[in-house]
């Protein structure tokens, strides 16, 4: 991946969800916007994470939160009939 700095201070939300029952009320944007202001309190420069790359719904909810895509997929091997493809994604909370 080409972060915006890789030698700067960050911390990467490992996974989120929100129950298909409670999706599109906005709740996947609370939780950034809460991870962002704890990432702010922190005093650490970046918020990143990992998306696969077929998970429109999460690529367009970090997009529409400021996140943007960085250069580069990240392949993950699960077994020999089964890899993911991974974008990652960052958002500069000092901003």
Do not use: C
């Not at 991946?1 to 999706?23: C, F, H, Q, T």
């Not at 420069?45 to 997009?63: C, S, T």
């Not at 250069?71 to 990652?88: K, P, Q, R, S, W």
């Amino acid at each position: 991946m080409k972060w915006g700095n890789p030698n700067s201070k960050a911390l990467y939300i490992e996974r989120v969800g929100v129950n298909v029952d409670y999706s599109r009320q906005g709740i996947g944007s609370i939780m950034l916007k809460h991870a962002i202001t704890l990432t702010k309190q922190m005093n650490v420069k970046y918020l990143r994470l990992f998306v696969v790359n077929i998970n429109k719904p999460a690529i367009n909810l970090y997009l529409k939160n400021g996140f943007r895509q960085v250069d580069g997929i990240y392949e993950e091997i699960i077994d020999a009939n089964l890899t993911f493809h991974e974008y990652g994604f960052e958002k500069d909370v000092l901003r």
